[in-house]
Each structure stands twice: as C-alpha cells, then as structure tokens.
C-alpha cells in the first residue's frame, strides 16, 4: 500500500484529476485493507497537465531533484545544453527550484512544437510503424531525442531510429504519449522564461 500511495503522489495535480472509488469486500481485518475500503484513486485527464505529469513520472518518477547517471536534471530529465537555450546555467538552482523547472518544461514544448510544426501538420493521423502520430507523440519524442531527430524520423516514414542511452526509441515515446490534448501549447521560436 505504501508502494501505491507513493506512485499516486507521484501523478497527483491540483488542476487535473478526477477520482475513481474503489469498492472492496465488507470482511476487511488488517488495518491497511481498513483504509484502501474508501480510498480514493486518482488518475490523469488526457490534457496537458496529464501529459507534463505522465512524461515526469516516466522520467524521473516526478521527482524534482534527481540526476541521473548521465547527467540529466530534475523532473523532466533536461540535459545541461537544453538548459542553456533557456539562459538557465546554475543546475543546483535549477534542481531545488521546482516552478523554474515547470516554466522550463514549457518553454521546451514550446520551442519544439514551433521546430516541428510543418512536421505536426503534415504527420498527425498517419500510423508509422504501427504507431498512430499525434502531437503529443510527436513533443514527447522531441522531449526524448530532440526536434532534429523526430524530423528525421517522420520524413523518412519511420526507417530512421533514434533510441536514446537508455534504448528508449523514438517509436515507443509517440505510442507511449499519443492522445494527449497539447493544443493549448503555442509554438514559440524563442520562448521565454
């Protein structure tokens, strides 16, 4: 239960869930099942705050101050260089300053979703390699691998693979996080933070 409680924290946001109740049997004896016998469950809409929170949990477990062995930072796992684009250069700043980390995931999709906006018009509704492109694929995979790599992947139908240090490809992203509404995301060349 205490393993449930800590992934459900994990994906908890004021702005954007609903719950679920969960019924169990009326013979309940420990204390834990006692408490799971109203428990509330809560899971994400398919809006861009399940989206931010979906991709942070499968990066980082939403957590906001870790490094991984690799060196990518915080919740979102942004590299050093990524940073920089944003003027953010002090990482244990960037690390202990959850909002700067948020404002940064923002400003990403932003820039990313204006690099790959004739690639979104063009691709959205087609299925490469199985897999059924929308934009929120398509920003997840740029959160991944970059822009440059998603246009590669896209123009070439698929036959150019990226799979980052880790082995997560470009495929698994764009099926992983597809349906998600990121319209509310303006593509922004130079957004600010």
Not at 46 to 52: L, P, R, T, W, Y
Not at 101 to 127: H, M, P
Not at 162 to 175: C, E, L, Q, V
Request: charged letters at 25%; proline letters at 2%.
């Amino acid at each position: 239960m205490k393993y449930l409680s800590f992934i459900l924290i994990g994906f908890i946001t004021l702005t954007s869930f609903k719950t679920l109740s969960v019924k169990t049997d009326k013979n309940i004896t420990t204390p834990t099942a006692y408490f799971a016998k109203n428990i509330n469950i809560p899971f994400l809409l398919k809006d861009f705050v399940g989206f931010k929170e979906a991709l942070a949990f499968k990066e980082s477990q939403g957590k906001y101050r870790v490094v991984n062995k690799l060196g990518y930072l915080g919740k979102y796992q942004f590299g050093k260089e990524t940073l920089k684009r944003f003027r953010i250069y002090n990482t244990t700043y960037f690390l202990k300053t959850p909002e700067l980390q948020e404002k940064a995931f923002i400003a990403y999709c932003k820039v990313n979703k204006w690099i790959l906006r004739k690639d979104i018009k063009r691709s959205v509704g087609k299925t490469i390699n199985g897999t059924k492109i929308t934009e929120s694929g398509i920003l997840a995979a740029a959160h991944l691998s970059g822009a440059g790599n998603v246009k590669k992947y896209l123009r070439s139908n698929g036959t150019l693979k990226f799979n980052d240090a880790f082995g997560t490809s470009i495929k698994s992203y764009m099926k992983k996080f597809a349906g998600y509404d990121t319209s509310n995301v303006s593509a922004n060349k130079n957004p600010r933070i």
